[in-house]
């Protein structure tokens, strides 16, 4: 089965930037998109089709795509941001399901 | 405001059966693609379901094939799970989500957990 692989854990101070990357074979032809979830609380989109920020999303947050890696960046990242992150594709199987990334938890401090 | 609310979930035994609902308002139901994720208890997020706005599509992942049923009345604005046969891998908070586009699930629901347990 198709999978997409995140670093566990990315640290940074305040005013950093943070990047989490996310690998699968399929990515040079498939959209990523990325989900924040903060403890106890549903996802939230924060990145989709590999770089579009939904509304109300700030412009700390960032996505790209080259080959078979994706990163998400959080350019000067504040305490709020501490989340666990995923990201989401599809394989290039005619599947028309996806599959979630296995999580990054990121701990600003 | 778009608002989703679960409801169904409880605590069942292996085997058994639940139907979870997501009521949804705030916006023209009818329009939209949805789709079931669920979380089980500190893991990951999973993708379970989908289903098309006019309900010409339904697709399932793997892991429930053949046991769950996705379903929508787009007059009563709801979207339903029917989990048949459950196993205690199916443990997990499921998420009702609304499909903005593609496969950006741009709002979600709170949850609604099921425990699968003897």
């Known amino acids: 089965s198709y999978e997409l692989t995140q670093p566990p854990s990315v640290s940074v101070s305040p005013g950093q930037t943070a990047r989490i990357t996310c690998s699968g074979d399929a990515l040079p032809k498939k959209y990523v998109y990325w989900y924040q979830q903060k403890s106890g609380q549903a996802p939230v989109l924060v990145i989709y089709?590999?770089?579009k920020r939904p509304s109300g999303i700030p412009e700390r947050f960032s996505g790209s795509s080259s080959g078979t890696m994706a990163t998400l960046s959080i350019s000067g990242a504040q305490v709020d941001d501490e989340a666990d992150y995923y990201c989401y594709s599809t394989d290039s199987s005619g599947n028309h399901g996806g599959v979630f990334g296995t999580g990054t938890k990121v701990t600003v401090l | 405001e778009v608002q989703l609310v679960e409801s169904g979930g409880g605590l069942v035994k292996p085997g058994g059966s639940l139907r979870l609902s997501c009521a949804a308002s705030g916006f023209t139901f009818s329009t939209y693609s949805m789709v079931w994720v669920r979380q089980a208890p500190g893991k990951g997020l999973e993708w379970v379901s989908s289903?098309?706005?006019?309900?010409?599509?339904?697709y399932y992942a793997d892991s429930v094939k053949g046991r769950f049923t996705i379903s929508r009345d787009n007059a009563k604005n709801s979207l339903y799970l029917q989990v048949n046969s459950l196993r205690a891998e199916d443990t997990a908070v499921y998420y009702c989500?609304?499909?903005?586009?593609?496969?950006?699930?741009?709002?979600w629901g709170q949850g609604t957990l099921v425990t699968v347990s003897s």
């Open positions: 089709e590999d770089s």
């Open positions: 289903i098309s706005n006019a309900i010409n599509y339904m």
């Open positions: 989500a609304r499909i903005y586009s593609s496969h950006a699930f741009d709002y």
